[in-house]
């Protein structure tokens, strides 16, 4: 089947500890996004990436790093300087980098990270 | 920064009812969509209207688009307890990086 597969699905995190959010996706698609989601709120963007080996910020990129090695995977960590990191995080991507917003995104099933 | 504003915040219909939901924005777009999340979830992509169309269908859903208002609303007709769920637009900018802006949601509740 294909799709996006995010993992862990719960994750706890020390203070001071850095944190990394697994994104894998199996649709060929060029351009992956990750979302923060507080509870009941909308989604806020942290970093995009339209192509391997290049990514952009987002609205509220601080405190968060991520790479683009592989079309396929798309990480996310959490650093210690995200002082408030407890939301949903949720990894999305869509199919074309030359299409823009016009294009729909196709969602994991996110993360919930907690701090301990 | 979040354009979307929907409204009600929550809405409790009964099945079979219709349920109307409600996305106004503030500057210019490409596109609006709608996405449905279920708890603990992803979200969904329902349906997308680009900004020279007004009205659009899919099924039970129809998503209506009003660019003077900078408004959409989308309609679910005779809504059944698995429509139970929060609803999110999604603008597509016309301006700035190629990315979608979120509204905050209109959870709905369908009571059987």
């Known amino acids: 089947d294909g799709g996006i597969t995010q993992s862990p699905k719960y994750l706890f995190r020390k203070e001071g500890q850095n944190v990394t959010l697994s994104c894998e996706q199996n649709l060929n698609h060029d351009a992956m996004y990750w979302y923060r989601q507080d509870p009941g709120q909308g989604l806020r963007l942290i970093y995009y990436?339209?192509?391997?080996?290049?990514?952009q910020k987002g609205d509220i990129a601080e405190g968060y790093s991520v790479s683009r090695e592989k079309k396929e995977s798309f990480p996310l960590t959490v650093t210690s300087a995200q002082k408030n990191p407890t939301a949903f995080y949720l990894c999305a991507s869509s199919i074309d980098r030359y299409s823009g917003t016009d294009e729909k995104l196709f969602f994991g099933s996110g993360t919930q990270l907690s701090v301990l | 920064s979040q354009q979307g504003e929907e409204d009600p915040q929550a809405l409790s219909i009964q099945e079979g009812e219709n349920a109307t939901m409600n996305c106004s924005y503030k500057t210019s777009i490409n596109n609006l969509q709608w996405y449905r999340q279920n708890s603990g979830r992803g979200l969904v992509h329902l349906i997308l209207?680009?900004?020279?169309?007004r009205e659009k269908h899919s099924g039970r859903l129809r998503v209506t688009l009003d660019t003077s208002k900078k408004s959409s609303s989308l309609l679910i007709t005779a809504s059944r307890a698995a429509d139970t769920a929060s609803y999110f637009c999604a603008t597509g900018q016309i301006q700035g990086a190629q990315k979608l802006v979120f509204g905050q949601g209109t959870r709905l509740t369908i009571n059987p």
């Open positions: 209207i680009r900004s020279n169309e």
């Open positions: 990436s339209q192509i391997v080996n290049d990514f």
